[in-house]
């Protein structure tokens, strides 16, 4: 599975950005979907997942309400919608999948993108 994250930029806090991640390669079998995030100089932090169906989703607490995770399996896709960016959701985020697993530990993803930027100044 190859995974092509993109839509990160530079915005002013408040304001939106949708993430987006496209699947290829063996992709017939039930992935869940996750991102992550690194700030500078700090670990990979686990900001959502979705189950293969899109029916289960997971959230870190600093997120809830302004970010959405969602998939579309016809199109190989998953998207991160974030609203009322703040200037500490400042990092490269990436995308993430595997068959398995639908946790927080970013240990246990066997496959990632190549991250993508994200900006949000004061």
């Known amino acids: 599975v190859q995974l092509q994250a993109s839509g990160g930029g530079l915005v002013q806090a408040g304001d939106s950005l949708r993430l987006s991640c496209a699947a290829s390669?063996?992709?017939?079998?039930?992935?869940?979907m996750a991102w992550f995030r690194q700030a500078p100089g700090k670990g990979r932090e686990f900001v959502a997942v979705t189950s293969w169906n899109g029916v289960g989703t997971d959230y870190v607490d600093s997120v809830k309400g302004r970010f959405t995770i969602s998939r579309d399996n016809a199109k190989n896709t998953v998207n991160l919608q974030m609203n009322s960016l703040k200037p500490e959701d400042t990092a490269v985020y990436y995308c993430?999948?595997?068959?398995?697993?639908?946790?927080?530990?970013?240990?246990?993803?066997?496959?990632w993108g190549q991250g993508t930027q994200v900006t949000v100044s004061s």
């Open positions: 993430a999948s595997d068959q398995y697993y639908t946790g927080r530990n970013p240990s246990s993803y066997d496959y």
């Open positions: 390669g063996s992709t017939s079998g039930r992935y869940a």
